[in-house]
């Protein structure tokens, strides 16, 4: 490329060189003027090869128009032969194309087209503004801005700011372009335009045009106001539009992209939209027709108003009120979980009094496998509704609720708006799952977001970043899912109707497998109801040696794995084993859990307890062990901060009463005690392993161990109160399937039994205490 200057350009008083020979990027339907920016995308090979080209080389470029739209490879002949040279101000990559904004510097006469190394240059020369008779250019400077200024007023498709764009321009070459730039011109008129060097001539074709423009706004506004009276707003303002077109195809205005703005239009009237809705929307339409049809806005601009247009503003889907079907409904699916069922039946009832009442904010809160989700997709079948559903766990920017805003590129709407657009209606039912998992970080805080989505009293006007407008939320049925609380936020919590799921006992895993499970997988591999018996021996034994869960999970894999297995030997034409309970090994591998655990509690120092988890109740063992040494508690095990205190505070009450306890002090100034936790991987806390550390500490120290059938929970004070935890119901479910006979609560939480299944508490013995002496002489048979 050369490099010697053949010409020069003022710009704000500053002289700019121009070389020779400078990159060609040619453009379709598209005249760039001096003095004006405008966003070009480029995707043909040789213009990307130009515009690299150009900001190799100080990022001058010059812009022409091509005179046949259709020819991919343009040559001399297929240009105008006056362009504009421009710098490159920005340049982004959108997909496979990219994106670039330029400013006209002036104006170039294009003399020769060459290529070199797959860049396609042009040899120019700079084309001077010509402004000689100073008085007459004042006055058609001021004759444009007066003309511009009346048809701002009489048509309400052009900004304001328009107008003070035009006080601004003092320069008439300037002030020509800028209108020339922006005006509704042929493609042949445009590049007239850019091809006239005499400033008042610009001038002059521009008054026309602005003239004519003029009495077409007169004409259009006389006959809005003869309407007015007969028609309502969507017919008058189509009657409108039709009468424009006639006077545009009259004056010989053929619109080059009115296909597309006629389809955007036809779908805006025949859309059920809200008023302030399709006020937006009809004014993005009138904005899309203005825009260049190779312009990025302009898709920008479409997908905006396509995205208004899809979403369900006013579509319903009726609700089905009877009450005995949605029952039947929810007892086909799901096995149990009455407390979810009553609640729904009992909207369904509200319904069938309200006509339009608030749908209820739901949050089902239970261990992995319950069935929390699919019980949404049975309560959205009951109902006749839609249903959605969002996975929030891992969620950490706030824009996936709200969306992005349009300045951004490849901005959307959240997932919210999203999901109502895929189900085609504004009451679905929609699941929320795993909120209990959302986080946080520099890109906002979702959690915050979801507190308009799910209160009623702001949600009927939620507004999305993209949209930005108000979308009535307050019909859709939200179902949260969760398998904990407490990393739930305390405002969004406190949204929610807290429902919680309990684990199941091993009768209820029994009935949910025969009369769900095994079917389900029956009929997912291609076998018949009877191809393979399951009796309830295989069943049970499958329930409590090889799974240990609070939901059907893992129950419902290792019946998959048997089917799967019986499925082959059937595809082989061979008969299909009987599954008896000795098969399982071979067929299951060994069973990784026993129901027995008297048997690791055979020592002094080991006692079990009970704890909560997400996947429900469990049993774990505290092990306690001394040593001589330096006199200290040591504690392992991954132990947070509340249950390192419970440690503390049970050896603080062991050395406080070690005469009554039978203990030698002499062992609490020579040893060293280690308090261990096993599943040292796992994080644990809370305030519920009190009294099992304290029992331990206690059978370790009088060298008695603690009776092997019986476990613990419960919070213990410095006076030795024994006081009530969470999670009753998950740790006895727990303690039941573990083979535990006997448990230690506090007494306080006797009332929490009424949840438990009765089978489940009529197979333990529950001792209730107030006293942590009483504990320990529960579980450990002191001397006399």
């Avoid at 089905?320 to 039947?328: E, G, P, T, Y």
């Avoid at 448990?743 to 089978?759: F, H, Q, T, W």
Wanted: glycine content about 8%.
């Amino acid at each position: 490329m050369s490099e010697e200057p053949q010409s020069t350009i003022e710009i704000g008083g500053e002289t700019l060189d121009i070389p020779s020979e400078l990159p060609l990027l040619p453009v379709r339907n598209t005249v760039v003027f001096p003095g004006v920016t405008v966003p070009l995308g480029v995707g043909r090979p040789a213009s990307l090869a130009a515009i690299r080209a150009a900001a190799k080389e100080g990022g001058l470029l010059v812009v022409a128009p091509q005179r046949v739209e259709d020819v991919e490879h343009p040559g001399l002949e297929d240009l105008y032969r006056v362009g504009c040279v421009t710098k490159i101000l920005h340049v982004s990559e959108i997909e496979s194309q990219l994106s670039v904004v330029v400013v006209g510097l002036g104006r170039v006469e294009i003399q020769d087209l060459v290529e070199r190394e797959s860049v396609p240059l042009v040899r120019v020369r700079v084309i001077a503004d010509r402004l000689e008779e100073r008085p007459e250019a004042e006055a058609a400077r001021r004759s444009v801005q007066r003309l511009c200024k009346e048809l701002v007023g009489l048509r309400a498709d052009l900004p304001d700011e328009a107008l003070e764009m035009l006080e601004r321009f003092r320069d008439p070459a300037r002030l020509a372009d800028w209108i020339a730039a922006r005006a509704e011109l042929s493609m042949e008129d445009r590049a007239g335009l850019l091809a006239q060097p005499d400033v008042l001539a610009r001038l002059r074709v521009l008054m026309r045009y602005l003239m004519r423009e003029i009495r077409v706004a007169q004409m259009s506004r006389s006959f809005q106001e003869r309407a007015a009276g007969e028609l309502d707003e969507s017919e008058r303002k189509k009657l409108l539009r039709e009468q424009l077109a006639k006077i545009r195809e009259e004056l010989g205005e053929a619109d080059e992209q009115s296909p597309e703005g006629d389809e955007l239009r036809n779908l805006l009237e025949q859309a059920r939209l809200p008023r302030e809705v399709y006020e937006v929307a009809d004014r993005e339409v009138n904005r899309l027709a203005a825009i260049p049809s190779h312009s990025p806005e302009r898709s920008v601009a479409r997908t905006y108003v396509e995205w208004i247009l899809d979403l369900p503003w006013e579509e319903e889907s009726e609700d089905n009120l009877d009450l005995s079907h949605a029952r039947r409904i929810l007892d086909e699916d799901h096995y149990g979980l009455e407390n979810v069922k009553e609640r729904i039946l009992e909207y369904l009832a509200v319904r069938h009094l309200v006509d339009d009442p608030r749908g209820p904010i739901l949050c089902f809160v239970g261990a992995p496998g319950v069935g929390k989700t699919s019980l949404g997709k049975s309560i959205a079948r009951a109902m006749g509704r839609e249903f959605a559903r969002s996975s929030l766990g891992g969620m950490r920017d706030e824009a996936e609720i709200r969306g992005h805003r349009r300045t951004y590129v490849g901005a959307m709407p959240g997932r919210i708006l999203q999901s109502l657009k895929k189900v085609g209606t504004r009451n679905p039912v929609f699941v929320l799952d795993e909120i209990d998992k959302v986080g946080t970080d520099y890109r906002g805080d979702p959690s915050s977001a979801l507190l308009e989505v799910l209160d009623p009293e702001q949600n009927s006007t939620f507004s999305d970043h993209y949209i930005e407008l108000p979308f009535d939320l307050s019909k859709v049925l939200f179902i949260a899912t969760a398998n904990r609380t407490d990393t739930i936020p305390p405002p969004l919590l406190d949204r929610m109707e807290i429902i919680e799921l309990p684990g199941y006992t091993a009768r209820e895993k029994l009935r949910i497998a025969n009369e769900f499970l095994v079917p389900r997988q029956l009929r997912g591999h291609g076998l018949s109801e009877d191809a393979v018996d399951f009796s309830d021996e295989v069943l049970l034994e499958i329930i409590e040696r090889y799974t240990r869960e609070a939901g059907v999970r893992n129950l419902e894999r290792q019946i998959a794995a048997l089917v799967r297995k019986s499925a082959l030997q059937i595809a082989e034409d061979k008969p299909a084993p009987h599954i008896a309970p000795d098969d399982l090994p071979e067929l299951l591998g060994p069973p990784p859990f026993t129901p027995e655990v008297a048997e690791g509690v055979d020592r002094p120092g080991v006692a079990t307890g009970l704890v909560w988890t997400p996947s429900g109740g469990d049993i774990v063992f505290v092990e306690a062990a001394k040593m001589e040494g330096k006199p200290e508690l040591h504690l392992t095990g991954q132990l947070g901060e509340v249950m390192r205190e419970s440690a503390e505070a049970a050896l603080s009450y062991l050395r406080s009463n070690a005469e009554a306890l039978l203990i030698d002090e002499e062992i609490f100034e020579k040893n060293r005690i280690h308090v261990h936790v096993p599943a040292g991987s796992m994080r644990k806390d809370g305030p519920s392993a009190g009294i099992t550390i304290l029992v331990a500490l206690t059978s370790l120290l009088t060298g008695r161990p603690v009776r092997g059938s019986l476990a613990m929970t419960g919070e213990i004070t410095l006076r030795g109160q024994v006081l009530p935890v969470g999670g009753i119901k998950e740790k006895v479910l727990a303690a039941h399937r573990a083979g535990i006979e006997e448990l230690i609560l506090s007494s306080r939480n006797e009332k929490d039994l009424e949840e438990v299944p009765a089978e489940v508490r009529d197979s333990l013995k529950f001792l209730f205490v107030d006293h942590s002496m009483e504990a320990i002489r529960e579980a450990i048979q002191l001397g006399g």
